[in-house]
């Protein structure tokens, strides 16, 4: 159905009293009304194209091996056919590509391209009139009628000619015959006429008289695939000292990555491992006061020992952190660094670009507050300064140098309280020298701001996933997230637990708290994480009744983690990642579909492949106190089952095998065992392949 | 809440040093990210204008003396506090107005300005980092927190002092008041921080630091009143004569002008009143062979004795047609004229101009046709002409040549087969010499055709009405036409039949169907017409079954109508055509709403002021065979009513009033006797003006 070709040797073809297609890369504005030659004999129309993100101002997202699948409106006055092609082409590339469109329902079309290259991709829409097949239409219809034709083929060997003049070899020759034989009007005539492979020919020879093009060039930026599937463990390296109370450096951290491998991450996010500063540093839980062995927070970044391009003496130098990437990169982990761009008072840049601080009446510099909170350890820095062209380069020469290091994720902290279009800048920067360069927005904020974030170039963000706890909650949220425009350029991030975050649900929940979390997490989103080893040893102590802080968190002290616990979930873990990783449908969100179940408590949903040879269903019980059972309602047509025949329902999770009949199915799940079905859908029943151990 | 000033005053009361806010009349673009001094430091988004039809290729409507309602998304990073201005102004205004946009929730602001002017209104958002409500937010902070706030008040002091040197008269005055009462930091300071006074103050004074502009400059095309509200009758001129057989003349259709006003229509549509062609001429029931006395369609223009610019001889002169013009003005009716850009093969334009047709291989032109319909006496205007432009030159002069005449209203057959570029230019042709000029597009065609006719210019559309006869299908059109983006460009004309259209549904309901469709299409539509006499004597007999042809058409003949027949609907035509009049709930679509009753025979619509002052429900019996009876279920908070009061249903077709309680009323509809009702909801009960007739 879609035939790829290169635009280039059909345009030689073309005759020279033709109007030219494009002059140049970009598509000329050619849907305005006006009394120019040939713009006034336009009569096709071009509109709502889709992907199409705030009028072309930012692009769709996919990554390398996508199919771009590029939808549009197109009609004309009139009952006469219509031809439309998609025209694409890779950024660094001069010529179009193109590909046949196809007409669906109600005047929709679509066409599909593939990107095949880490760089954006630029695609329009053309579609004219095509005389032939108009010509074709009227012809059957009187055919049909047993009306006289004689005059319809003359008219029709006419359009063959013409086609037969713009085709070069056998082409040529068989338009030129298929023109002959309509003309000899013999009786042989009437078939050849309406032939298919005439048809084909005369649409690989159509002639684009007044071609409609859409006024938008729009474009498409493609990620590596980690953008759209990645499995993230976040870890301080000072808590992974061997010894009790030593503080943890690089080389412990290192030591650590066959227990991150074994779970089966990909990511490695580590906090900021720059030097912390000493003024107004916060105490353990936050503290105001300190005591001398107090490390600190790694994100209040700066002291006399460096800045944001420095390695925490304590932790390490830059040889072990390449030593790090190096080891890392063996386990087929990459690490993600984390960019923290706020300062202490302690940090070179306060003294050597004071301007870039805002500076109160009496001359200090503002610190952080949100009365009655005072951050004085934190000097936000001022987009707003006169010098913000060095500053900007300033601190994408912090992200450069990672970069150069071998870094190729950035987790930005905040990005919210920095100026949008720093950002949008500073990505395209550094992945005009680093393509491959992925950046996860910690926007924990309002929900424009953070699409607004994702639209400027942020390759994944957080979400509200942390606080979305009931079926309803979850159902309307990740519906958002996957069935509306949101997911052309927002790939979430899910995250149960962070730092900062103990959310109350984990609290007060124990342990299949976290299971379902997990489970919910890995299953609702491609990209997920966790905060670790908190999470898998379920660490649900507060500060205080009431906040989600850690009690004693990490943040501000070092802690000793007793990863070998028998009760760690790490098995558990290991296994969701597993099942993440040799099930294809849990790659992408776009199939996500939620199922009704008639208990509020349990939550159902499926995601599968295009082609359904891999279909995942997925039930959770978010009561993490009561067993809760109830009746699943599948559409089975939507999974592809045959409501006649039984299929079998395989447990990943604990490897048992079900057999469900019909749309119903009853299920009863108790959290003190595992919280969660996740069954893979085998359609048919008793060949072979289904009593292969999967994995 | 929304102060309207013009901009020039403020303009030149700021600084030199800040940027420009708009060179000239185009609001300069300037959402992208670069560079540029100015640029880099704007760190407030606007996005998600609303209204914007298709990124603002096309404008919204609205009729004079209306509110536009605009709103957008605008947030920045961090926390500080924005304001936000709606620029506005008329087509040839040079300066934009200005009013203060509010904040609604989630980032969402709105603005609203009036358009008073018959022309096309620019519109678009700016918006800035309010310096001083940042500060007054922070500063009432650390008053409730009890913090000292003797640095801010000398900050606040600094930035009220920088607005009174903008400022100019007492204002300035006033605001260096402030100052120096910020500055004493003395016991009253604090309050005076916070005066409501000083807010409104430095809002005027607001200092517009870096503002992002909106990079569109959106439009709204407003029209008179009539492109909103308007009642269409439309009536052949033929067959008005007095006595039975004769031709009918523009002096008979004159004389039946107090026959229509009675019946209370404000438009009166004529169809083609042009010389009738004799070559292929149809005769009765559009046969293909004609006895000399057929009088032929309208529809097919042009003879020896003229064409498009023409009247027909045996209909009268063009003083005639003046004299219609002004009797129908005493009677408040405007005439409606037909066009139909088509030609007979006796049209001068054939002669004159062989190459706006399609010619065949054998030199023939090319008649209309859909195989195996051969539509002979008919040729299609070729808009692929390369002679276009003169074409188009010599349509425009035809609508402008009846404009001069003094017809302000056009009713456009089959625009769908004609090019939509020269409808666009057409159209704003026409209205830049007659502004008020309204156009209806009669395309019963596909749903993005007609929807794109509008976008290019056309008035008021035909719609899907006539075919949507289920409580289902009315409510899912509806819903489309009135609560989507559609509404914002889209203008419905409802009609229950038209000579080519008798529906299945008026010839098998007899009268009380009749009466339903025409409930239903002046109470759903703020635009409806009928076509008549034959909708008030309830025609319902098709040329044969399954057509939707009129037995007898009087495309094809003239009728002898007996206007004066007992059974005729004229009178409640009439009494609807009053209650629309009366009712302002009923001249606009923007406030349908449809509330569910328990039985699908039975359809329930409101429609309401936005003051809530005049309130509609109407209820319909769709069986025209039984009575039907249910519950309905009200919104009582959406109708303005009190759950715990009784209130009145006032039927306005019967006078009859009920006495209900709560959202569930029971009711019962005979559709022998009236097969609806249509109730002014009244309020309070026993208030004295609820017991004056109301009309």
């Known amino acids: 159905m879609i035939q790829d070709k290169p635009d280039k040797g059909r345009r030689q073809n073309r005759k020279a009293t033709e109007p030219p ?27 709502g194209v889709q992907p199409e993100i705030d009028c072309g101002r930012f692009p769709a997202k996919r990554v390398v091996g996508d199919h771009v699948t590029v939808e549009a409106d197109i009609f004309t006055d009139g009952h006469d056919a219509l031809a439309a092609r998609l025209l694409y082409r890779a950024e660094h590339q001069s010529e179009w590509r193109e590909t ?29 009139v095509d005389r032939f097949m108009s010509w074709r239409q009227g012809f059957s219809k009187k055919v049909a009628a047993k009306q006289d034709v004689a005059l319809e083929l003359v008219e029709g060997a006419e359009l063959v000619g013409e086609a037969a003049r713009r085709a070069t070899g056998t082409d040529a020759e068989m338009l030129a015959g298929y023109a002959a034989a309509l003309r000899s009007s013999d009786a042989d005539a009437g078939r050849k006429a309406v032939d298919d492979e005439l048809a084909a020919l005369m649409s690989t020879y159509s002639e684009h008289r007044w071609p409609a093009i859409y006024e938008k060039e729009l474009r498409v930026a493609v990620d590596r695939q980690k953008a759209e599937f990645s499995s993230w463990y976040e870890m301080f390296p000072r808590s992974c000292a061997a010894e009790p109370g030593r503080h943890g450096t690089l080389q412990d951290y290192t030591a650590r990555l066959p227990y991150v491998a074994e779970m089966g991450f990909d990511v490695l996010y580590v906090p900021p491992l720059h030097p912390i500063g000493r003024s107004f540093r916060k105490g353990k839980n936050g503290a105001l006061t300190t005591s001398p062995d107090d490390v600190g927070s790694p994100w209040a970044i700066g002291s006399e020992e460096g800045g944001h391009k420095s390695i925490h003496p304590r932790l390490g130098t830059l040889a072990d952190f390449k030593q790090l990437l190096a080891k890392a990169n063996e386990h087929n982990i990459e690490i993600a660094l984390d960019i923290a761009f706020q300062c202490t008072p302690d940090h070179s840049y306060v003294k050597e670009h004071p301007e870039w601080f805002r500076k109160r009446a009496d001359g200090s510099i503002q610190y952080a507050e949100n009365p009655p909170k005072k951050y004085q350890d934190i000097y936000p820095i001022d987009f707003e300064t006169h010098d913000w062209q060095a500053l900007w380069e300033e601190l994408k020469s912090v992200m450069l140098f990672w970069c150069e290091q071998g870094v190729r994720i950035f987790r930005v902290d905040n990005p919210h309280t920095k100026a949008f279009r720093f950002w949008e800048w500073a990505i395209a920067e550094v992945k005009k020298d680093h393509p491959g360069t992925l950046f996860l927005a910690e926007a924990f904020t309002r929900p424009k701001v953070m699409y607004r974030l994702a639209k400027l170039g942020f390759s994944q963000s957080y979400t509200y996933f942390t606080w979305r706890n009931t079926k309803r909650e979850l159902t309307q949220y990740f519906t958002e997230l996957t069935r509306t425009e949101v997911a052309e350029f927002f790939r979430p991030n899910l995250w149960p637990n962070t730092p900062d975050i103990l959310p109350e649900y984990l609290q007060y929940g124990g342990r299949p708290a976290f299971m379902a979390r997990l489970i919910l997490a890995a299953m609702l989103g491609a990209n997920y994480g966790i905060y670790g080893p908190a999470f898998e040893l379920a660490v649900n102590a507060p500060r205080e009744p009431g906040s989600e802080e850690y009690l004693d968190s990490e943040k501000y002290q070092i802690k000793q983690w007793n990863i070998e616990s028998p009760e760690s979930l790490r098995g558990l873990i290991a296994r969701v990642n597993r099942i993440r990783k040799a099930n294809p449908a849990l790659h992408r969100n776009h199939s996500l579909r939620f199922y009704p179940v008639d208990n509020e408590d349990i939550i159902c949903f499926g995601k599968q492949t295009n082609d359904r040879n891999n279909v995942i269903l997925v ?77």
Chains 1, 2 share one sequence.
């Open 21 to 47: 297609l494009f002059q140049g890369r970009r598509a000329p504005v050619a849907d305005n009304p006006g009394h120019d030659q040939t713009g006034a004999r336009i009569r096709v129309v071009i509109e």
């Open 619 to 695: 039930v959770v019980n978010l009561d993490p106190h009561h067993t809760q059972s109830g009746w699943v309602e599948l559409e089975l047509a939507d999974l592809g089952l045959d409501p006649a025949q039984p299929f079998q329902m395989h447990d990943l999770l604990t490897d048992a095998r079900y057999l469900w009949h019909g749309a119903r199915n009853y299920l009863s799940l108790d959290p003190n065992v595992v919280p969660a079905h996740v069954f893979r859908v085998r359609h048919g029943l008793r060949r072979e392949q289904d009593f292969d151990y999967f994995m």
């Open 100 to 128: 046949a469109m196809e007409p669906l329902v109600n005047d929709r079309w679509r066409g599909v391209f593939q990107v095949t290259e880490l760089t954006d991709y630029h695609y329009t829409v053309q579609a004219w």
